[in-house]
């Protein structure tokens, strides 16, 4: 072939390409409109929320289909061929108060129905149940006001999908221990705050997304009506792990939820008998391995080597191998203004103690050190420094 009919032959070919992707592109869009679009969620507001989305969606392709008629058509009807000699009016009162009393118009009637469903969603009516939710460096922390319930919900993702040694599970990264358990047909506040710095909790299904800010009270409200699982993120840039501390919430009906109260209150008091047990070494190394890499991994890593010089190593740590009250201390009190919390408040005294143990017993730190290690009684028995 010469080599005119090849150069022909490649721009053939290309043109076909790019006519295939500009035809099957808004077909593939179509059939993924459903995740594409916001989604309507599962509360009466935020239906809401979804219907006015549309409505204003439908407005601004009206607005545009107006705008881009008018502007074609002069172009293309007012070329300099077609209109060689231009208009020369200035100014026309008339058109000038319509458009500006026009856009006023669509104006006040998108703001008439977006301030009702604003009205709605910023309701602080006391519920009938109220949960207290606060944020931390790097999960949520659940406090129902009412039954004197309170837990941590951690991240569950398995490190090993996150560092890409197996696949990703279904719920990647939207999986947590202990999800907020609600029940159905009940309206439930949340009164939203922080421990640390700026978080936001967000559950798209129930159109709820509220900063949570150290020392402000922000509230939110849902009343679900279908069982289920639904999932959120925190929606505030709050450090490393910010992407790892997703908002999990297990809407069931009232029957289930009073069990699953009453099943929580008596663990509450099993907790207390575990407290009082003895506990040999190797129950609370066993029992801490799980506490750390649930609490710890994040800044101290797995392997105990932390990420120096901000979060330092564990293994080989002078007071982790020799220093049993300091070792304590910093675990109770945390250390001022440093990323290192104080988990008192976090860990029940038979985690703390079986926590401490196992990073004591790990990575050779017993060998290289005292070898000794830390029971529940020491937790109770421990007296801050003043
Ligand atoms: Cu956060």
Known sequence: MTLKGVTILKKLKAVLLWSCIAVSAPINLFAQWDNLNMRPGVTDVSNEVFELHMLI??????????????????????????????????????????????????????????????????????????????????????????????????????????????????????????????????????LITANDVIHSWWVPDFAIKQDAIPGFINTAWTEVSKPGIYRGNCTELCGKNHGFMPVVVKAVEMDEYTDWVMERKEAAIRLAELTEKEWSLAELTERGKGVYQTNCVACHQVNGQGLPPVFPALAGSNIVMNDKAKNIEILMEGVQGAAMQSFANQLSEIDMAAVITYTRQSWGNAENGDGSYVVPKDIVEYKPKI
């Open 57 to 190: 969606f439908y407005i601004c392709c009206a607005i545009g289909l107006v705008v881009f008629s008018v502007m074609f058509y002069s172009m293309f009807r007012y070329t300099k061929k077609k209109n060689p000699e231009p208009a020369k009016f200035h100014e026309h009162t008339g058109l000038e108060i319509m458009w500006t009393v026009v856009p006023f118009l669509i104006l006040v009637g998108m703001a008439i129905p977006a301030s009702q469903t604003l009205k709605e969603i910023y309701n602080d009516e006391e519920g009938e149940i109220n949960i207290q939710v606060v944020g931390y460096q790097w999960k949520w922390e659940y406090r129902y006001l009412e039954d004197d319930i309170k837990f941590f919900s951690n991240l569950s993702t398995d490190m090993d999908e996150i560092y890409n040694l197996v696949p990703k599970g279904e719920n990647y990264l939207l999986e947590v221990d202990e999800p907020l358990v609600i029940p159905t047909n009940t309206r439930v506040r949340f």
